[in-house]
């Protein structure tokens, strides 16, 4: 149980600020998790309009222009509150960002893409991509030489490009549903039926992560050709 | 009271304002105008006494529209548009240099902060500014009767972290503690949406603040709800402006000066500013009228002629006016909405007078299209002062009609840390709600290593070496462990200011991890100290009495002007009745100056201003022909030593074509041929 550092009265809701006596907390040692941040169970099925008034509300209170007149530590207090506040909202309104986040919390080791590691650049395409992603990464080659050749890309492959592309966005869309259901499955389940969301979600969102790519590869390579 | 005032610190012109109860104000300088042009320049010094004094004399400035003149009367000893160079190494400055005329401390290394040179001095960006700032400052005391400490500054929504460390170090230079850094596009939303934002049943509306000022572009896209202002993204060029219009225009002149009279101008820099004058003149000219003319009389009685109509001129402009189109685009897809979702566009910044700009813009958000305009009812170049003033109204919460409203900005550019290969490895997202913050860590190499060196950057490249270098930080301290065992979390927090803090602890052993931080183009704490402008700003001496001595000062500087006004050539034009009034005033704030009554100085300096307004510019005009005709000797010598100032064609110029549109266009003057 979490109490307010100036009254001792537990939080109601948010952590940050005290509902009783008004005052925002220093972070301690355990900063709150994102869910904590807005008083929230830890769930993947988020109302996000609702969520975005407690987000505007507790700006409203946090913010450091409230505090331009206060003491320094009460400037501190505030600006790191509100970071705080802002990094949960970023991350928590995001269905994809909510789930990586929930599953990093909970344990799991999710996502390559960090400090000191070089990007997904080499990273092998999943197993039943191969033949498709070798095809695409021709046609992208293709319309990269030509463009470095000054040369409008042939319309041929940009209309292959454009089909592949489409085709790559469809299963990013059927990904995201896949990954609501398996978010579902994860609020309603308890142990081994969590568990096994859990180890789906992450395979979900390191296929994600992949096709992500590629399909921001293929966007900006029609982008400039347009 | 204790007041706080917006100022806006612009490329061009830079203003203060306040808010006097529920209202915004801008304050007027001692000329009466709410502009106070960002040119400094350097008085000249004042001869060595015979008796020989023992410190060196203390070099003073003038700023603002006093110092205009100097700007072509003395072109090596004044400076405009430092905005551009504020927060930048010698390195990235090669682009601004063909087009400018800074003149660089020659032993200013790369990774150094900039000194510019003015006469026989130098200067840090930030000093310049804090120059300006300090106007404003005395602007405000002046106006309002009371010592001014605080200020909200604006600055371009997409300048990075060194750019705004720099401008936060101008404010404290002039004595002026920075309570805070404001996006300018974000401040001209506050200005608008004061009356409407409150109103109850209000829904949510999108807005687009598409902002063209004389140095730098943004665009901000927001959402406004309930009297929450949240940014949702910005993008933009802090090197896109009015600014190159102009020199457009100059070098164009400058080609047909050479081809058609043989007379290369651009070695003569007091000639470049006169004729920089001109085309400024025609650029404004061609917002209102559909033809401007530059006429102009050339170093051995020659004159330059040239009609320029607008269709020309729009074409001439275009690929400047274009590259404001990309970060547009870029700013609705980040944000995520399309440009029929905006429900309303503002304009603000000076080049959104020009008529090009409007259809670019109405064309970008299909305003016509859907039965609408873009907002441009409050003045464009007061605008962004006036949303600084309502910002500052927040902070001081002292006032009903700003308590309900809260900004919530956006960091500009992503940052990031160079990884092994170097490779950017992001750490904060573009776009992210500020205060923002990250955390990251890192382990060791070697064992035994005691210190890990980071290199932070801020930028959109995959390449660091592509992305600004914000800092170097050597976390030292590390108890020594074998190679990968120490865990050293590195925490980043971007401020309200979009300002930079970093901080680290070596979770393994509990040891704070001591931090170095080496900003790549900032000054230190001690170095801002040592150019911090009046120390008896500083110093709470008596304010009435600063006042004073102020005031006294002002008179001295117009009454020595006009001591030597009879030497100048102007003088002989004036009408024997203006002289007349002009001594009548000049004797009066004589008779007063020396007494202690601050309001009697004050309206006696203000009378002699006026009786010498067209004096003045009878002078500017002076200076203007005598920079385009006759060389002095001195002139001749100074233009030695100042290749920098040469001024390069942006694009190559194609002169056939011009002369064909020329052709075309001249059909639709309005004025025939004389
Ligand atoms: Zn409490």
């Given amino acids: 149980m979490m109490h307010c550092a100036s009254c001792r009265e537990p939080f109601h809701g948010s952590p ?14 355990e900063a709150p998790d994102y869910f904590q941040v807005f008083g929230l169970e830890r769930r993947l099925g988020v109302d996000v309009a609702a969520l975005e008034r407690e987000f505007h509300r507790l700006s409203r209170r946090l913010h450091p222009d409230r505090f331009a007149r206060a003491t320094a530590e009460e400037q501190q207090n505030s600006l790191r509150a509100t970071a705080l506040l802002n990094d949960a909202w970023r991350v928590l309104r995001d269905p994809v960002e909510r789930v990586e986040y929930l599953l990093k919390i909970e344990g799991h080791a999710v996502g390559e893409e960090h400090a000191g590691k070089a990007r997904s650049a080499e990273r092998q395409p999943p197993a ?19 463009r470095k050749m000054g040369e409008t890309a042939d319309a041929s492959v940009l209309a292959e490009l454009r089909t592949a592309g489409e085709r790559f966005e469809a299963m990013l869309d059927e990904l995201d549903q896949a990954l609501t259901a398996e978010s579902t499955k994860w609020d309603a389940g308890k142990g081994q039926a969590r568990a096994g969301a859990a180890a789906r979600m992450i395979e979900l969102l390191d296929r994600r992560r992949y096709l992500w790519n590629l399909v921001r590869e293929v966007r900006e390579a029609l982008g400039a050709a347009a | ?91 990235d400055i090669a682009e601004e240099l063909k087009l400018f005329p800074f003149r660089i401390a020659p032993d200013v290394q790369p990774g150094e902060v900039l000194r510019i040179q003015l006469g026989e001095m130098n200067f840090t960006p930030s000093e310049i500014s804090a120059y300006v700032l300090r ?26 972290d060194a750019q705004r460390q720099a401008t936060r170090d101008a404010g404290r230079m002039a004595g002026l503690e920075v309570l805070r ?35 730098t572009f943004d665009i901000s896209i927001l959402k406004l709800n309930d ?41 003569q820099p007091d000639a470049v500013q006169a004729l920089r004058k001109a085309v400024i003149e025609a650029k404004i000219t061609l917002s209102a009228e559909t033809t401007a003319k530059l006429d102009i009389e050339l170093p051995g009685g020659d004159r330059y002629q040239r009609e320029i109509p607008r269709a020309v001129y729009e074409q001439l402009i275009a690929p400047v006016l274009e590259r404001t189109a990309g970060p547009c685009r870029q700013a609705l897809s980040d944000a995520g909405v399309r440009p029929e979702q905006i429900d309303e566009v503002v304009l603000v910044g000076g080049s959104t007078r020009i008529p090009a700009v409007r259809r670019l813009v109405d064309e970008i958000f299909q305003l016509n299209a859907r039965g609408r305009r873009p907002h441009m009812e409050l003045n464009p170049d007061e605008v962004v002062a006036v949303g600084a003033a309502v910002q500052a109204s927040i902070l001081a919460g002292n006032s009903a009609a700003t308590d309900q409203l809260l900004l919530l900005d956006v960091t500009p550019l992503s940052l990031g840390i160079e990884a092994l290969g170097g490779v950017v490895a992001r750490v904060l997202q573009r776009n992210s709600t500020i205060p923002a913050s990250a955390t990251e860590h890192f382990t060791t190499g070697v064992e035994g290593q005691t210190n890990v060196a980071i290199h932070v950057l801020q930028g959109e490249r995959e390449l660091a070496k592509d992305c600004r270098s914000l800092a170097r930080f050597d976390l030292k301290g590390i108890p020594p462990m074998p190679a990968g065992l120490p865990r050293i979390e590195v925490k980043f927090l971007i401020d309200a200011n979009g300002i930079l803090q970093v901080s680290a602890r070596e979770q393994r052993s509990g040891t704070e991890a001591q931090i170095e931080v080496k900003p790549t183009y900032g000054l230190t ?44 050539g102007a003088w002989q034009r004036l009408t024997d009745a203006e002289r007349a009034a002009i001594f009548a005033a000049r004797d009066r704030l004589i008779a007063v100056q020396p007494g202690s009554d601050l309001k009697a100085i004050r309206e006696a300096t203000t009378a002699l201003d006026q009786a010498t307004r067209r004096f003045a510019e009878l002078m500017m005009d002076q200076a203007v022909s005598q920079a385009m005709r006759g060389k002095t000797m001195e002139a001749a010598n100074r233009t030695l030593n100042v290749d920098q100032a040469e001024i390069h064609a942006p694009h190559p110029f194609a002169q056939a074509e011009i002369e064909e549109n020329a052709a075309v266009g001249s059909g639709e003057t309005r004025e025939g041929n004389e």
Wanted: charged residues 25%; negative net charge.
């Fill in chain 2, 525 to 568: 704490d001690e170095q801002v100290e040592a150019m911090i402008l009046d120390s008896f700003d500083h110093a709470e001496s008596d304010f009435a009495e600063r006042q004073l001595i102020e005031a006294r000062l002002e008179a001295d500087t117009i009454l020595s002007a006009v001591a030597k006004a009879p030497e100048n």
């Fill in chain 2, 135 to 160: 106007q404003l400052k005395r602007n405000a005391e002046r106006f309002l009767g009371e010592p001014v400490k605080k200020a909200v500054i604006t600055v371009p929504a997409y300048f990075n």
């Fill in chain 1, 16 to 29: 940050l600020i005290c509902a009783a006596c008004g005052a925002v907390q220093s972070s301690g040692v």
């Fill in chain 2, 227 to 267: 009297g929450i202002f949240e940014v949702m993204a910005t993008n933009g060029d802090t090197h896109l402006g009015g600014d190159d219009i102009d020199n457009l225009l100059l070098v164009v002149a400058l080609d047909e000066i050479r081809t058609e009279h043989g007379v290369d101008l651009r070695q």
């Fill in chain 2, 181 to 215: 850094l404001v996006n300018e596009p974000t401040a001209a939303a506050l200005a608008y949406g004061l009356d409407r934002a409150t109103e109850s049943g209000q829904h949510a509306r999108t807005v687009a603040v598409y902002d063209l000022g004389g140095g």
């Fill in chain 1, 128 to 146: 039943d991509l191969l033949e498709e992603v070798f095809e695409l990464n021709m046609q992208l080659e293709e319309i990269r030489m030509s």
């Fill in chain 2, 1 to 91: 009271m204790e007041y706080i005032v917006g100022i806006d610190l612009g490329t061009t012109n830079s203003l203060v304002a306040y808010m006097q109860g529920d209202q915004p104000v801008v304050i007027p300088g001692v000329d009466g105008s709410n502009l106070v042009p960002s040119i400094v320049a350097l008085d000249p010094l004042p001869a060595p006494t015979a008796e020989g004094e023992s410190s060196p004399p203390r070099p003073t400035v003038t700023v603002g529209n006093s110092a205009r003149r100097a700007l072509i009367a003395t072109p090596e000893r004044a400076i405009y548009s430092v905005k551009r160079l504020m927060g930048r190494g010698i390195e």
